[in-house]
């Protein structure tokens, strides 16, 4: 059974840091793409940040972009997502999401769409105080 687990949410102040941590078990997912979203409350899910395959290729959301920072350990099949200058409007469920596929290539849009991604975890809170 695939899982992907994610840590290292809670509860700080704006211009905190915390790190994310998303563990994968179940298949290895060194060779896809994968990402994270975010779900504030009363929102839509969207897109954060996302991580090709090799590493080689990050996106971010613009409001997120120079604060958040992805990285895979492929030895590890795990990703994380440091997140920097915490901001109230940060404050959300952050969900890791990972493509089924392997190895293969995408437009910057598809890293950005919600529909690339086969499996997903079951989140974890941050919430941000001003």
């Known amino acids: 059974q695939v899982q992907l687990v994610e840590s290292g949410g809670g509860s700080v102040q704006a211009g905190d840091s915390l790190r994310l941590s998303c563990a994968a078990s179940?298949?290895?997912?060194?060779?896809?793409?994968m990402a994270w979203f975010r779900r504030a409350p009363g929102k839509e899910r969207e897109f954060v940040a996302a991580?090709?395959?090799?590493?080689?290729?990050?996106y971010y959301a613009d409001s997120v972009k120079g604060r958040f920072t992805i990285s895979r350990d492929n030895a590890n099949n795990a990703m994380s997502l440091e997140m920097n200058s915490l901001k109230p409007e940060d404050t959300a469920v952050y969900y890791c999401?990972?493509?089924?596929?392997?190895?293969?290539?995408?437009?910057?849009?598809?890293?950005?769409?919600?529909?690339?991604?086969?499996?997903w975890g079951q989140g974890t809170q941050v919430t941000v105080s001003s």
């Open positions: 999401a990972a493509d089924r596929r392997l190895r293969t290539t995408y437009t910057e849009s598809h890293y950005r769409s919600r529909s690339l991604y086969d499996f």
């Open positions: 179940g298949r290895t997912f060194t060779s896809s793409v």
């Open positions: 991580i090709s395959w090799s590493g080689g290729i990050t």
